[in-house]
């Protein structure tokens, strides 16, 4: 069963407050991805990795960083959350960007 | 830079009518649209895609038109359900495997 899992799927923290989001993947999928949905902005794409350890900005890093140490487990981490980073965040995975495989999402508030 | 651009924001239909999602692009190398739907509280879903080589791609109620000279494609789902209601992303897959979405168009279908 393909899935994609993100944890947790709520959380509130504090300004200033560090944060990681997790993802983890069951399809060994090579690329994986961080999104952000904010309303009327679609999905705006943060991070891509293209597999351990190689790592690639996408359009808005800024505030952003991320981690992948096996295959099939990607992490976004919020230095000093601020609260223009509150948002929907999604993990995706995929094989060749043709499909983009989902989680459900984190909604996250920064206070 | 807004390089996938979607009309309308929202778009209400009655069940039975067609509903017509559009969408355009600015990158020439551009070469694959997917569509994503996307449900409250869900991840985004691969619903249909074409590849620019292709004027139409059919699946089921779902069609996507493709005008390559015109940088525009649209998508008609044809004996819209109220189950159809979502939010629908057009994307455009780029090199380096990024996956650029449009903002959406929210769709509602009236019973």
């Known amino acids: 069963d393909m899935k994609v899992t993100q944890m947790p799927r709520y959380l509130i923290k504090r300004m200033g407050e560090n944060v990681l989001l997790e993802c983890g993947q069951d399809?060994?999928?090579?690329?994986m991805y961080w999104y952000r949905q904010d309303p009327g902005l679609g999905l705006q794409l943060i991070y891509i990795?293209?597999?351990?350890?190689?790592?690639s900005e996408g359009d808005i890093p800024k505030g952003y960083r991320v981690s992948r140490k096996k295959r099939e487990h990607f992490s976004l981490i919020l230095d000093s959350a601020k609260t223009n980073q509150t948002s929907v965040y999604f993990c995706?995975?995929?094989?060749?960007?043709?499909?983009?495989?989902f989680g459900s999402g984190t909604r996250l508030t920064v206070l | 830079q807004q390089q996938v651009r979607q009309s309308p924001q929202s778009l209400t239909v009655w069940e039975g009518e067609t509903a017509i999602l559009n969408c355009s692009y600015e990158?020439?190398?551009?070469?694959?649209f997917p569509w994503y739907q996307q449900f409250p509280g869900e991840g985004p879903a691969l619903l249909i895609a074409?590849?620019?080589?292709?004027d139409k791609k059919e699946d089921g109620r779902f069609t996507i038109f493709f005008n390559k000279r015109e940088k525009k494609l649209s998508l008609h789902i044809t004996d819209s359900q109220p189950g159809d209601s979502a939010t629908y992303f057009c994307?455009?897959?780029?090199?380096?495997?990024?996956?650029?979405f449009g903002k959406g168009t929210h769709l509602h279908v009236l019973p």
């Open positions: 990795s293209y597999d351990v350890d190689s790592n």
């Open positions: 074409i590849r620019s080589v292709s």
């Open positions: 994307a455009a897959y780029t090199n380096a495997y990024k996956v650029i």
């Open positions: 995706a995975s995929s094989l060749s960007a043709e499909t983009l495989y």
């Open positions: 990158n020439s190398a551009f070469d694959y």
């Open positions: 399809m060994s999928h090579e690329t």
